[in-house]
């Protein structure tokens, strides 16, 4: 294999001719071809890696791509647009796998039959199950049962909903079963949690794989939306007893939108590669600190958005995917295994009781300096700590598998905690520095359409709230050795 070029220059007099605001993207469809297609926190919008890659692409041949917190799965795509030959993904998040996969795989035009015939069954079973729908709220109410207790009581609705259901279903001589999910009740609706099931029920049946699993998606989007949960937020945060008592989500309407919508991305899709994926796409569930399937030395390009801080304080991306990992049953996953995925992401590994601090960041350890001048913070530190532990770990990891004069494109946030700033971008090249990398240049951006928190609390002090990150940085390293 050829070996890469060091074009360092040609890069940074690319960078430099664009205007200031180049990498916004405040006025872009960020929403073409697969992507969106369900969604997903803090997703870095496509414009970015594509002009990356395309940029890059000038100056060097690229042959693999990287993504090692793929998350939706939008850097991936855009490696196959491009047409770059061998494209990893990985993410710890179950629904992150399943987004990407779905999102990378080509479907021919029979997606539309496959779509024509679902409908066509749901609509049977609806009118099937008629009664049964339109009996069961009053049966649960009748029942004595509240749905929107606040608290998971014991023999309450929030709990117990698949067994209240189960037994209607019975009495009612339907052979519907509602599987046996973790506080069902508190996050829905029982005329929803038929409807769902009924939905599911169908997707199973489908005899294509890759068409089952992109149905599916649509379906575990449907949940979401169906869903108990308070509008437009990324945490799960319940609506209020007097909306749940009120909420009646038009569930089929819901998924039929989106699974139209969805088939109408994957023809775009299809009409753009041309019919055929020339890249291999090669995915994996792995800690990002490990990346065990992908071999050392193989990597002509790195393109990524880690988080910006730990899932309990920043973005719960585990929490985000609960009720779709509970409801499709991904992975098979206990209900501890998936209320344990924020606590295995970066920074999950609790120092509240101390640490040694080990990082080679002068700037990191101002900053842990300074939360731990006041007495009680000893928990944030070790927070902020273990997160750029990890970081460090990656960062590590990736180079690993990267070639020499490969270049790596790190996306990051700059967060407070406590009042104290804790600038990632400058952290991540001091970090980089002790693994071989050279610091090519570091670009800004304005953040405009990444959905996010807008406002955290940085002394978790409820009604404080700081503005925070709207800026991004864009760290650029070489792999020198
Ligand atoms: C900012 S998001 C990536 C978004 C992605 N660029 C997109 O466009 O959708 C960060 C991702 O890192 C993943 N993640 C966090 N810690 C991880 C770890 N230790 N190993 C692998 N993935 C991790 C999260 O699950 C999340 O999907």
Redesign the pocket.
């Known amino acids: 294999m050829e070996e890469l070029g060091i074009v360092d220059d040609q890069l940074v007099k690319e960078f430099d001719k664009l205007p200031a605001d180049f990498w916004d993207f405040k006025n872009e469809d960020t929403k073409e071809l697969t992507h969106s297609i369900h969604n997903?926190?803090?997703?870095?919008v496509y414009p970015i890696s594509r002009n990356i890659i395309s940029i890059v692409k000038k100056y060097q041949n690229i042959e693999s791509l990287l993504?090692?917190?793929?998350?939706?799965?939008?850097?991936l795509l855009e490696g196959i647009l491009a047409n770059i030959e061998k494209v990893y993904g990985?993410?710890?998040?179950p629904l992150?796998h399943r987004i990407s996969k779905a999102k990378t795989t080509l479907i021919g035009d029979e997606i539309v039959q496959y779509r024509d015939k679902l409908v066509f069954d749901l609509e049977k079973e609806y009118e099937k199950y008629d009664k049964i729908l339109n009996m069961v709220t009053g049966y649960v109410d009748e029942a004595g049962y509240d749905i929107t207790a606040k608290v998971l009581d014991k023999g309450n609705w929030g709990e117990n909903a698949p067994g209240i259901l189960n037994e209607y279903l019975v009495k009612m001589n339907c052979e519907i079963k509602i599987p046996n999910i973790k506080n069902l009740g508190f996050w829905f609706v029982p005329k929803c949690i038929l409807e769902l099931q009924i939905i599911k029920s169908i997707i199973a049946e489908i005899d294509n794989d890759d068409i089952k699993d992109y149905f599916m998606l649509c379906f575990s989007e449907t949940t979401r939306l169906a869903s108990n949960r308070r509008n437009g937020e990324f945490k799960m945060y319940r609506m209020t007893p007097e909306k749940v008592k009120k909420y009646n989500p038009n569930v089929k309407k819901i998924f039929l939108q989106i699974l139209d919508a969805n088939v109408e991305k994957m023809n775009s899709f299809r009409n753009r590669v041309g019919y055929k994926n020339n890249s291999i796409v090669s995915l994996s569930l792995?800690?990002?600190?490990k990346l065990v399937s992908i071999p050392e030395n193989s990597i002509d390009l790195v393109i990524?958005?880690?988080?910006y801080g730990d899932s309990r304080t920043t973005?719960a991306?585990g929490q985000f995917s609960r009720v779709s990992l509970q409801w499709c049953d991904y992975e098979k996953l206990s209900y501890k295994e998936i209320i344990d995925i924020d606590k295995?992401?970066?920074g999950g590994t609790s120092y509240k009781k101390g640490f040694s601090y080990d990082l080679p960041s002068e700037v990191l350890k101002k900053a842990l300096d300074e939360i731990l001048e006041d007495d009680n913070n000893l928990e944030r530190a070790g927070d902020v700590y273990s997160f750029y532990r990890?970081l460090s770990q990656?960062l590590d990891t990736v180079t690993k598998k990267c070639r020499k004069n490969s270049y790596q494109f790190w996306v990051v946030g700059n967060r407070t905690v406590k009042h104290v700033k804790l600038p990632t971008d400058e952290i991540l090249v001091e970090l980089g520095k002790t693994k071989g990398l050279k610091h090519i240049t570091t670009l800004g951006r304005t953040i405009s359409n990444k959905v996010m928190p807008s406002e955290n609390s940085p002394t978790n002090e409820a009604g404080k709230k700081v503005k925070t990150m709207n800026k991004e940085l864009i760290v650029i390293f070489r792999k020198e050795t």
């Open positions: 997903y926190p803090a997703v870095m993504d090692p917190f793929m998350g939706s799965g939008t850097v990985n993410d710890l998040n992150a792995d800690d990002a600190t990524t958005s880690p988080p973005v991306y295995k992401l970066m990890d990656v």
